[in-house]
């Protein structure tokens, strides 16, 4: 149990206490959370408990902290987690937390990098996490990139709390984009062995159609010149657009566990079977040759469509059914991250699974929002269809996959971001990921300097710390000691930009430290090991929470 964790139940503990004492009557589930505060004048952790006792036990939140104030005063030495503990109106409660304390969670990173912070919160919990599922009609751009990353991330976010996590690729090759992909691909094709062809008004007019018009020449010959099924074109090209998929994906270090078709639940009749279950459940109705879902009377905006007059579905009716799999195969969580356009499909689908007896609330939705590319002063367009776009192997290719991913982490990801492409492509410090891998490979090269100076290493792990005194080595310890609840923070809420703005100001605090004070000493030798040691800790964090993100932590530049 980290030390938060531990603080955290010690409150809990000493308000069932109270609470018994005076005859409140607490809620069995009471949530009692600390929480780091922006303002380091308000001590190390707060908690702003108080408001909610205050209105059960019907006091002012003021007089409830003080009483719970007065009460952990009262602990026994071995429990006593704080230097101080502040009543601030009008009913905070702010700690200091005792040097001892902090330094637990420092050893614990010291002794432990690899698994430091991460927990067995969710163990047990089988969850889906559906991302990057883009239509296989063109190479992935970079504003698909987005979503591949932060889908992987969420997986490796809930697995470091224990949870068992399945990444699975959704293939839209169902619908009229695939009809328009080999009739592309065909035109292409023709027009590649010299033949007349026609392009479609609403083809895909990428130069990628053109490469792989000539690998068809070159498998197939002339067989299919006088084909006029759309059909083996489109196979052909999705197929071959799926190899180049599966590499990018590959190259930015992002694996699935389970690859799911569209067209299966065509083949397999699920999709029409989806639509007679919403019937016989009473939320689907026939109207003017159609079939409707009845999803305004679950909080939609209006009735959905699940089947055309001409008896084609829509879009959401095989998500419909693809979603009814998700849940007949056991899974206690889904997490589908979708583009932020997706927004106006969820009320629907949600309406449909929970008339048919599906835990919604067990489905989660994270909304991507918009990129723009900024090269110099030119904004770059990512339009498959138009053909004008950056491939995200070229973004790779020359920026590289760490800086790729780090960026797209950098920034909530229901907030339209901005990818900086000069900025990405820097070395200087200016480079937030050039900025914390320095940081990494500097520390690294410390124990070398370390060794030629006779100093032990490896460290002791019960090196005495005693000498750690300054407030810039206090920030690093409480950097440490944040780092468990910042990570199950960023799993609980979906949010991996919290660890990238974690990292940062990590790296900032140890940059200022670095550079005024001199951590090897022959002088000093104590001093010397007790600042390797937390130095050392705090590179196994940063290797930690990179790793996490998907991003290498070099061991030298």
Known sequence: MSTKAFIDETLRQVIANEGQ????????????VTEVPSDPRHGDLSTN?????????RQAPLRVAQTIAEALSALPEDRMFFETVHVAPPGFLNFVVAKTWLERDLREAFQNPERYGHSQAMAGEKVMVEFVSANPTGPLHVGHARGAIAGD???????????????????????????????????????KLGKPFEFPEDGYRGEYMKDIAARMVEQLGESLVNCTETRPFTEFAASDILKTIDKDLKDLGIKFTSWTNESEFFQMGKVLEAVERLKSAGIAYES???????????GDQRDRVLVRSNGVPTYITPDIAYHINKFERGFDRVINVLGGDHHGHV?????ALRALGFPVERLDFALIQMVSLKKGEERIKLSTRAGDFLPLYEMIAEIG???TRYFFLMRSIDAQMTFDWDLAKSTSMENPVYYIQYLHARVCSLAKKATDMNVDWPLDPMTDLLPLELPEERTLIKAAFSYPSILASAASSLEPHR???FLEDLAKSFHNYYTYHRIVDAEKPELTKARLYLVEAIRGIIANALNVLGVSAPTRM
């Open 347 to 351: 009320p629907g689908l949600k309406a």
């Open 21 to 32: 004492t005076h005859g409140w009557s607490l809620p069995a589930d009471l949530e009692v």
């Open 288 to 298: 003017e040759g159609a079939v409707w879902l009845r999803s305004s009377a679950d």
């Open 499 to 501: 660890l990238t703005a």
């Open 153 to 191: 991330t969420l997986a490796n976010l809930l697995e470091s709390q224990g949870a068992q996590v399945t990444r699975e690729y959704y293939y839209n090759d169902g619908g009229l984009q695939m009809e328009t992909l080999g009739r592309s691909a065909r035109a292409r094709y023709l027009e």
């Open 49 to 57: 408990i108080p408001f909610a006792l205050a209105k059960i036990v």
């Open 401 to 403: 996959s760490d800086v």
